[in-house]
């Protein structure tokens, strides 16, 4: 169980800031190197994005909508087997848009079925085309962008673009003019099998992590918010909450780079150099969604597991962002998601700008988010008809909920562009003892990438805290 | 350590990354990544644990050295002799 930030100890070898999925792997790696871990968590509950609320009876997941089989490995090894077991594949993707509907086991073999027969393309640019994108690295060339790398395979196939390229851009936020390696990397992933979920759901996994952090020893405090990271004489030196201090020789922050360096850090710590380079990290886009609940006893048909549906003539990235999109993945929970839990939910998500929510009064805000709702329930039925006599809550989040509960910087909801990596993984070099780990660089954002960022992170920890 | 311990070593911490690890046909000169289907992250997870187990240092320029388990030898023999 949380304590109270203050029965806890006045030193620590660590501290985390915060506790996404790249915090408590961060805290957990650390406190199996026998390191003594204090996690900070400004909300009440653990796993930043990767969270989850209740309404009516029912249970809606933030972020769930499907990871890699890589997650599988990156469990079992840097979490335990339980909740490794816990990873089930999601077999039916569906597209559909005014270009194509299909549905796909989303697989390296079942893209290469669908490239050659729907799309016509000759099997040896496929098998070049996986090549090319499974043999990228981050330290890759950065100057092609996912534009050329699909104009270079299929030059003027807006309908191959697409089918390769919109599921990536929910995942990870990225677009077409972001570097080519942001995207390959990422579909690449997805390709080695498919899609998976975490049965359960998410709260679920984050009840049995926060029980592997407590076993390994991590004093865990919820709603502590920390001010900041105290710097001294050019090192770390611990971090102040409430007007409490508490000393550590190391701190990960998982609260975002930007709040990192900006808001939680004193800018002297920070070379000049340094804080220019940290001044051109854009974030990434946030998220609008809508949660439709399921009335008890009522139920849905099987109609996929996400459904990624646009009646948009072409994809267009500016198009995916605007306010009023003609684009969103619905994620369907049916009752194997939770099983024992006989309910169905779905989540719309929409990839979206924190400026075109972030001055709305009051009053337009609401009918906004009701606008949101309705296009929401609209665009649904044509795969579920009648769905809106079927629920029995709908909610929608914005730009400014993200914000709210996350505290990023404009909401973002797949952290920074590609230059945050380099300024991520450079923090420690500019004030020893201070780390940063969280979505950065479009790469290393989603569930997976988030945990397994915070391994590479708590190796450098490790190193720094024996050395 | 001898060179023999070294594998050892090695072969007890892959082993330990990855329990269905086979080692029966495993070539000492070829890469461990194509033989085992390791990927950076398990040698990450090599790094971690020597260091761990053995207060050794590897900087990230010196990952190349552990691609077979033949280099590995060269390169931690020295490093662990003392060991």
Redesign the interface.
């Known amino acids: 169980m949380p304590i109270s930030f203050s029965q806890t100890l006045a030193k620590y070898d660590v501290v985390v800031i915060g506790s996404g999925l790249g915090g408590l792997t961060s805290a957990n790696r650390l406190a199996n190197c026998g390191h003594k871990v204090l996690l900070l968590e400004h909300h009440h509950r653990l796993g930043g994005l990767a969270t989850w609320f209740r309404r009516k009876g029912h249970i809606f997941d933030i972020s769930l909508h499907g990871f890699p089989y890589g997650m599988v490995k990156t469990c079992k090894k840097y979490w335990n087997r339980e909740i490794m077991q816990s990873i089930v594949q999601l077999k039916n993707i569906v597209f559909d848009n005014p270009q194509f509907a299909l549905r796909t086991s989303f697989d390296r073999k079942d893209f290469t079925d669908i490239l050659e027969t729907r799309f016509k393309i000759s099997p040896s640019v496929i098998a070049k085309f996986f090549d090319t994108v499974s043999r990228m690295n981050f330290y890759d060339d950065q100057t092609m962008t996912t534009r050329e790398l699909f104009e270079d395979f299929f030059p003027g196939r807006t309908d191959v673009a697409r089918f390769l390229m919109e599921p990536i851009t929910y995942a990870n936020g990225s677009t077409l003019d972001d570097p080519a390696i942001t995207y390959g990397i990422v579909f690449s992933n997805f390709m080695n099998r498919g899609v998976f979920t975490f049965e359960g759901g998410t709260d679920k996994l984050i009840k049995m992590m926060s029980d592997e952090l407590e076993k390994n020893g991590v004093t865990i405090c919820t709603r502590t918010k920390v001010d900041r990271i105290i710097v001294e004489k050019g090192k770390v030196r611990g971090v102040e909450a409430g007007g409490k201090i508490v000393l550590a020789k190391a701190v990960v922050s998982n609260s975002g780079i930007t709040n990192t360096i900006h808001n939680l850090t004193d800018r002297r710590a920070f070379s000049d150099e340094f804080l220019e380079k940290a001044s051109r990290v854009r974030v990434n886009n946030s998220s609008c969604q809508v949660y439709m609940g399921v009335r008890d006893g009522e139920k849905i048909d099987d109609v996929g597991d996400l459904l990624f549906t646009s009646t948009a003539p072409e994809f267009d990235s500016a198009e995916l962002l605007a306010k009023e999109t003609k684009s969103k993945t619905f994620s369907l929970y049916y009752p194997k998601t939770r099983p024992q839990f006989e309910r169905y939910t779905i989540v719309a998500s929409m990839n979206s700008r924190y400026e075109d929510w972030a001055d709305l009064d009051e009053d337009q805000y609401l009918k906004e988010k009701d606008a949101l709702i309705s296009r929401s329930l609209k665009d649904l039925d044509r795969y579920l008809p009648g769905i809106a006599d079927k629920v029995d809550w709908a909610e929608a989040a914005t730009p400014r909920t993200f914000n709210r509960y996350t505290l990023h910087t404009q909401g973002t909801s797949f952290g920074t562009k590609f230059e945050g990596l380099d300024v991520s993984r450079s923090i420690f070099k500019e004030v020893p003892g201070l780390f940063h780990v969280g979505s950065v660089g479009i790469i290393m954002s989603g569930w997976l990438g988030a945990i397994n960022y915070g391994v590479i992170v708590s190796n450098d920890v490790d190193s720094y805290l024996r050395f | 350590m001898t060179s023999e311990e070294v594998k050892d070593l090695i072969l007890e911490i892959i082993e330990d990354?990855?329990d269905e690890a086979d080692f029966e046909n495993l070539k000492a000169d070829a890469p461990l990544r194509d033989q085992l289907d390791l990927d950076s992250?398990d040698f990450?997870?090599i790094?971690?644990e020597l260091?761990?187990r053995h207060?050794l240092?590897i900087p990230e320029e010196d990952y190349p050295n552990l691609a077979t388990l033949d280099s590995c030898v060269t390169y931690l023999e020295p490093l662990l002799k003392d060991a």
């Open positions: 990354i990855d992250m990450l997870d790094v971690m260091r761990k207060q240092q």
